[in-house]
């Protein structure tokens, strides 16, 4: 198989990554290549854990990140962390809609979470649900803009920004990494209600058994 060209990330004039250009073809690029893989689910070890930091920007992981635009659009999901593969690195893709409609389209490598000043946290009340607790669905209150600082495919330095649904993706996909799940946020019967309702339903996908 031909080497892939690279694909260049673009820098907005603050230095957020344009993540809303050519989505429809980049997200395609991405799952052609790529191979869907069944998604793990709640009380998998994989994903109640920190994972590794990566190391190596090579070809392995761009493999990685092939095979899970491929499975987040298989289990039509809007973000995927690698360990909802069963990989141990800290990786997310996503595509996903901001508050106003904008689809983004993008991959951080080992995020972290940037602290917000108070009057920048607006908390914004939805709903959230996950491909790892599959069929639950649960409010949360998370703060409606969020950023992510971390490393494109190649290793380069890059910032993430978003609001709205977008915002909580970012929140939600970073917490995977680091071993939480959003039912980790919610109260203990609003947790218990969400096992509840994966419990009762079949998800549409496939997913891993637990031991
Ligand atoms: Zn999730």
Known sequence: MA???????????DGYVVDTEDCEARELAHRERGTVRPITVVGNPVLHRELKDVTEFDDELAQLIDDMFASQKAAEGVGLAAN????????????????????????????KLVDLPA??????DSNEGCLSVPTAYA????PDYAEVTGQD????????????????????????????????????????????QMAENTPRYETVPNE
Do not use: M, W
């Open 3 to 13: 080497q892939q060209e690279t694909e260049k990330v673009h820098l907005d004039d």
């Open 119 to 124: 009057d920048r946290r607006v908390l914004d």
């Open 153 to 196: 495919a190649q290793g380069n330095p890059i910032k993430v920004r978003g609001t709205g649904y977008f915002a909580r993706c970012l929140q939600h996909e970073t917490d995977h990494l680091y071993g939480y799940l959003y039912i980790d946020r919610l109260s203990k019967r609003d947790r218990k209600d969400a096992l509840r």
């Open 139 to 142: 409010s949360l209150a998370r």
């Open 84 to 111: 909802q593969i069963g990989v141990d690195l800290k990786v997310f893709v996503y595509d996903c809609p901001d508050d106003e409609g904008v689809r983004h389209t993008g991959v951080v490598v080992n995020p």
